[in-house]
Antibody, heavy 120, light 112 residues
Framework: QVTLKESGPGILQPSQTLSLTCTFS??????????VGWIRQPSGKGLEWLAN???????YYNPSLKNRLTISKDTSNNQAFLKITNVDTADTATYYC????????????WGQGVMVTVSS | DVVLTQTPVAQPVTLGDQASISCRSS???????????LEWYLQKPGQSPQLLIY???NRFSGVPDRFIGSGSGSDFTLKISRVEPEDLGVYYC?????????FGGGTKLELK
């Protein structure tokens, strides 16, 4: 059974760095073709893809966030991480992590999401 | 970046009717490997998105056969035959052919 769960700070101030953790089970990020992605959704709005990390440590980012993103993984502890530097109110959203596979490109299992508020 | 345009923005339906959602891409979604990485997701109220269809027309595990994905190149459609109450929510198309990956703006399936 594949499960993912996001965790984060809840609230942070503008200009700080947002650190998110995705803890998963039921698959391994050392398995060929496996990946984890991060997607966010401001309240009442649509979905925005942020980044993917793959089993071979290949990483892809959404350039709209202008080099503020860093994705990483800890394979032995079944975790993936996302950092967003220099946050502002526009980064207020629910952040999801999801499993993806190279064969489909799809996010087949999603976490429940974690709400992050940026406010002074 | 690839822009995915979904129409309509809202689709009022009667339970038991068919619904159809269009997703048009600003460029072809055929990958150099020959695959087309166009997916469909449903986000029910208060829930995370869930995968319905991958690579244009393949139903994910457990997805009822009343969900049918079709299309090619840059023009794709999701049809839902015999809409049931659990089908209501916002549908998103998503492309994983080109980086950055992008979502469509969403189509809300709602009761008339």
């Amino acid at each position: 059974q594949v499960t993912l769960k996001e965790s984060g700070p809840g609230i942070l101030q503008p200009s700080q760095t947002l650190s998110l953790t995705c803890t998963f089970s039921g698959f391994s990020l050392s398995t060929y073709g496996m990946g984890v992605g991060w997607i966010r959704q401001p309240s009442g709005k649509g979905l925005e893809w942020l980044a993917n990390i793959w089993w071979d440590d290949d990483k892809y980012y959404n350039p709209s966030l202008k080099n503020r993103l860093t994705i990483s993984k800890d394979t032995s502890n079944n975790q993936a991480f996302l950092k967003i530097t220099n946050v502002d109110t526009a980064d207020t959203a629910t952040y999801y992590c999801a499993r993806t596979r190279q064969t489909t490109g799809a996010f087949d299992y999603w976490g429940q999401g974690v709400m992050v508020t940026v406010s002074s | 970046d690839v822009v995915l345009t979904q129409t309509p923005v809202a689709q009022p339906v009667t339970l038991g009717d068919q619904a159809s959602i269009s997703c048009r891409s600003s460029q072809s979604l055929v990958h150099s490997n020959g695959n087309t990485y166009l997916e469909w997701y449903l986000q029910k109220p208060g829930q995370s998105p869930q995968l319905l269809i991958y690579k244009v027309s393949n139903r994910f595990s457990g997805v009822p056969d009343r969900f049918i994905g079709s299309g090619s190149g840059s023009d794709f459609t999701l049809k839902i035959s015999r809409v049931e109450p659990e089908d209501l929510g916002v549908y998103y198309c998503f492309q994983a052919t080109h980086d950055p990956r992008t979502f469509g703006g969403g189509t809300k399936l709602e009761l008339k």
